[in-house]
């Protein structure tokens, strides 16, 4: 069965890698990649209009049904304060709104399945960020969208990846029977582009100290985590929609991360926050 798998963050990185390993392992699978330069995912209208595109070119028989999601694009800044086009801070818009809004307007056919690149940043402790990066901070969905009040960039990166993990369970519990939902967390992948808004210590310290790391449990390299998320897109169901998966493997995430009261609650005010057409099946109900 010929199937088409949407990508984003694919063009550099683990992302890039990600792309390689689902090209060799998996050659009858159709792959389109969201870039930059055909989608910027600060702008929720470019957004809309990548999703429509996709769905109209499955619509003509242009490309094999859409059977699956890839959302690895993510930004770490190092300042909370700057906006987007749609006047959304930056982080919380191409790490939440920007994933919600293409899940929201994409036409999936079952069987499928969706991934989210997470981080382990949400814990908020030593143990899992070795304390390079503050702990989240969960407010109001329409304050965690206002520029300013995460205080630092990398608390909004921790707080947006907290936010992941509610909208992956909010959906894994609405989506329709074959179509199943999940947060992967690729670890410390040193290497990558996603210091590249740090100071020039920071950049190096991602660049040329964390590297190190990668001899422990603590860090990988850009292709092995790559290879790791194609797996979870593409491989062997990893489990149970919903599911958080640390390097491929189904493991507990945060105990702040269970709260369903706050899942749910992101998931309305998200559709408030963009007014997404309540259209396609992943779109959540009303607000009462």
């Known amino acids: ?24 392992d998996h050659p009858g699978l159709h792959l389109v990649l969201l870039t930059r330069e055909d989608c910027d995912l600060t702008s929720l209208d470019e957004v809309r209009r990548a999703a429509r595109r996709v769905n ?24 909370a304060d700057t906006a987007t086009v749609d006047g959304f801070e930056t982080t919380f818009a191409v790490n939440v709104l920007a994933n919600y809004v293409l899940l929201t307007e994409l036409e999936f056919a079952a069987p499928a399945r969706i991934v989210i690149t997470g981080s ?7 143990r899992h960020n070795l304390g390079l990066v503050p702990g989240p901070k969960w407010d109001r969905v329409e304050r965690l ?37 999940y947060t992967h967390n690729p670890g ?3 290497g990558t582009g996603l210091a590249r808004d740090a100071n020039a210590l920071g950049r190096f310290v991602f660049r040329s100290v964390l590297p190190l790391l ?18 979870a897109v593409a491989g062997p169901r990893p489990g149970e929609s919903g599911s958080y998966l640390d390097r491929g493997a189904v493991t507990a995430s945060s105990r702040e991360s269970y709260d ?24 959540p109900p009303s607000r009462p």
């Open 56 to 79: 109209e070119q499955v619509g003509r028989g242009d490309i094999p049904p859409l059977h699956g999601f890839l959302g690895n694009a993510g930004v770490q800044l190092t300042r």
């Open 260 to 283: 369903e009261a706050r899942s749910e609650a992101l998931l309305l005010d998200l559709a408030e926050l963009v007014r997404v057409p309540r259209t396609s099946s992943t779109t």
């Open 214 to 231: 990668r001899a422990t449990p603590f860090a990988s390299d850009p292709r092995t985590a790559g290879e790791l998320l194609a797996a």
């Open 1 to 24: 069965m010929e199937r088409t798998l949407l990508i984003t963050g694919g063009s550099r990185g683990l992302g890039a890698h990600a792309v390689r390993s689902l090209r060799r």
């Open 120 to 126: 382990d940043t949400h814990f908020g402790d030593l």
């Open 188 to 190: 410390l992948v040193p």
């Open 145 to 181: 969208a206002t520029p300013g009040t995460q205080g630092k960039g990398r608390r909004a990166y921790a707080t947006s990846k907290l936010a992941v993990i509610y909208l992956v369970h909010a959906l894994a519990r609405r989506l329709p029977p074959g179509v199943d939902i």
